[in-house]
């Protein structure tokens, strides 16, 4: 690698990717546009950190940005190690690396680089599409099956050990692998980094590392400090502190809004036993509570309301019609039209609120500023009971989702007051019914009436069909043939979703909405990635395809002539001893233990005398999978077994056909 090689790089995005070993030190970048490659090595045998220094200065005089996935959290902090270090060897590498990866949570801000120390700009689209919070946590290799990429690779040797020369050039070849993925997932990303360029432009504020909901927040809390300083927060002594309202207990009748009122005595009931809690707690606190009205079933909890017919096919004909009646931004305008706001935020929180809503509604949908308000008005409620955050006051979180599920309640009631009204579903943010044509007047007239009282409006929308397995899962047909799909029925996913075996539910909508055989369906689809699964072991476990251990990540079809796969776990206790008795307090096992060492008894071990031994977890039990990583080859027809996708298509369809 020659210095005038180095400095040939083009302005612009430049895709990365580093491996560390105790030995070996790489790093693979790919220029976005050209394509034009570079890999820099530490190792026994290679040493290019001067030449990699060079080329991070060159890009940073060029004004380049470097894109990666988790670069923020870990491969920029590590080559900005080495940039301040200078002169390191692959075991220095290896070891800051170790101890980014092993730092507990609280500590890993320990190694973050702020934005104005970073040599070269980052663009990180791990938190780009937030995949930083658990709920949505997606492998860079996940990504690559959910691409339908060609390659599903993973780490080619575990980490830690030592390598050979040779096991060395297999590594550059894998960090290339990664790069190219990277480089493809920024690709499918460009309308999220363009949207961040905009905003980054408009607001003279950097939002290029922000997941969509914190750009939202963050706009939020920047047009608040506007106009009441210090609202959010507060400097004293120097120190940023955060200005929340923190609550010892809520009262909630306090917060239930006045007129609310019910005839029927089961909404009555609800509604009088709300009245009566005091919490101190604001997750999980109100389990089993529910009503039943006319054989439908309203559930209630701290998220929202549900509630739905189960494993039936229902129809609007000449007769009868689908009603969908959803409210509008139903949590911010709850809260715009009731002056609920978070106490430390004051009056100046609605009127914000309110103030986003109208500049949303101004914007064609699809324009990057619809998009923003969006995530502003939506991610703000939720932070209302996130300790973590300015707009944190629980009170305010009890105010919007018990008064959202009580004024939904009593439109239910309104429209269930005539018998031919049927309940379909109710769901956080509006209900379904089928009612008789000759009631639609008077569905609008209550409608109308709802809107008044509320101050809130609602939206209406005719389905022809809707096929229902729960309030989760389900298709629903509007009059135009668009559908709307959930849970179980969806193929079109998100990144962080799981895009196995997209045939199944592609099958069962063809069979519900277009009643297209489903057998004749999947044998005559030529998509081979749509009868694709994949399955993935954390580094602790590891995965075993007919006894023989494969990579933790596999991609992988059933199959007539394959192999069983099986999940291999560590013992959860120590191996070959015997396992611990249920409910025994861990004090009194230590204690008995240290009297009987490893001899059994009674007290603390199971009656059966049973040992913690390995685990193991069939994959797809009781069928035979062939392995598929590598694309080149192919997916074999003859080999395929319909059986099972058939099979997995039927549960869908044979449930609401009875």
């Excluded at 030592?162 to 499918?188: P, S």
């Excluded at 909890?301 to 739905?308: E, F, R």
């Excluded at 001899?599 to 005398?609: G, V």
Aim: net charge negative; with cysteine.
């Amino acid at each position: 690698m020659t210095p005038d090689f180095i400095f040939g790089v083009t302005p612009g995005d430049v895709a990365y990717d580093i491996e560390t070993y105790p030995n070996v030190f790489t790093f693979y970048a790919v220029h976005a546009d050209t394509g034009r490659e570079w890999v820099f090595e530490a190792s026994p045998w290679r040493h290019d950190i001067p030449e990699m220094l060079d080329y991070l200065n060159t890009m940073r005089q060029q004004g380049c940005r470097m894109v990666g996935f988790n670069n923020v959290g870990f491969d920029y902090p590590v080559v900005h190690f080495i940039h301040q270090a200078r002169n390191v060897s692959a075991w220095e590498i290896y070891q800051k690396a170790m101890g980014i990866i092993r730092a507990p949570d609280n500590a890993r801000f320990a190694h973050m680089v702020w934005e104005s120390d970073r040599v070269v700009e980052q663009i990180d689209l791990f938190k780009i599409h937030h995949f930083d919070n658990k709920a949505r946590s997606t492998s860079l290799k996940v990504l690559e099956f959910n691409m339908r990429s060609d390659n599903v690779e993973d780490l080619p040797f575990d980490v830690g050990i030592e390598l050979t020369r040779e096991q060395a050039n297999v590594l550059k070849r894998y960090n290339r692998h990664d790069v190219l993925e990277t480089l493809k997932f920024y690709r499918h990303s460009l309308d999220q980094i363009r949207f961040r360029e905009e905003l980054t432009v408009k607001y003279n504020r950097n939002f290029m590392n922000h997941n969509d909901t914190k750009i939202g927040k963050d706009y939020f809390i920047m047009r608040l400090e506007e106009q009441n300083p210090g609202c959010c927060y507060q400097y004293i002594d120097g120190k940023r502190h955060m200005v929340q309202t923190k609550r010892d207990s809520i009262r909630l009748a306090d917060v239930i809004i006045p007129y609310i009122g019910f005839r029927d005595p089961e909404f009555q009931r609800i509604l009088d036993w709300f009245k009566s809690q005091t919490i101190t707690e604001t997750k999980g606190v109100f389990k089993d509570v529910h009503c039943t009205v006319r054989g439908f079933q309203f559930d209630f909890g701290t998220g929202g309301i549900h509630g739905s017919i189960e494993s039936q096919i229902v129809a609007s004909d000449d007769e009868h019609v689908i009603i969908d009646l959803d409210v509008a931004s139903y949590y911010p305008n709850l809260a715009i039209a009731n002056g609920f706001y978070p106490e430390h935020l004051g009056q100046a929180f609605c009127t914000i609120y309110e103030d986003v809503y109208q500049q949303r509604k101004s914007y064609a949908k699809g324009t990057a500023e619809n998009a923003m308000f969006k995530l502003a008005l939506n991610g703000v409620y939720g932070d209302s009971n996130n300790q973590y955050s300015p707009f944190y006051d629980p009170q305010y979180t009890m105010s919007i989702t018990i008064n959202g599920q009580l004024l939904l309640c009593m439109l239910a009631e309104a429209l269930m007051q005539v018998d031919a009204v049927q309940m379909i579903q109710i769901n956080t943010d509006g209900l379904t019914i089928r009612c008789p044509r000759q009631l639609t007047g008077w569905v609008e007239q209550v409608q109308h009436w709802w809107e008044q009282m509320t101050g809130l409006q609602l939206e209406a929308a005719e389905y022809s069909r809707m096929f229902i397995r729960d309030v989760n899962n389900y298709v629903a047909e509007y009059t135009d043939g668009k559908l709307k799909r959930k849970g179980a029925y969806e193929y079109e996913l998100g990144w962080h979703q799981n895009h196995s075996a997209l045939i199944v539910p592609k099958a069962a909508e063809a069979a519900l909405v277009h009643e297209v055989s489903i057998r004749e369906f999947i044998s005559s689809h030529d998509d081979p990635m749509d009868f694709m699964l994949r399955t993935k072991v954390p580094r602790s476990s590891m995965l075993e395809w007919g006894g023989e251990r494969v990579a933790n990540i596999v991609r992988y079809y059933i199959s007539t002539e394959g192999k069983t796969l099986e999940k291999v776990m560590p013992p959860a206790g120590p191996e070959g001893a015997y396992k611990k008795k249920n409910g025994v307090p861990d004090h009194y096992y230590h204690q008995v233990l240290a009297e009987v060492g490893d001899a059994w008894d009674e007290r603390i071990h199971t009656k059966n005398e049973s040992k913690y031994e390995e685990r193991r977890m069939s994959i797809n039990t009781g069928w035979l999978v062939t392995l598929c990583n590598d694309m080149g080859d192919g997916l074999d027809m003859d080999d395929l077994n319909i059986n099972w996708y058939v099979k997995e298509a039927e549960k869908l369809v044979l449930t609401l056909q009875g």
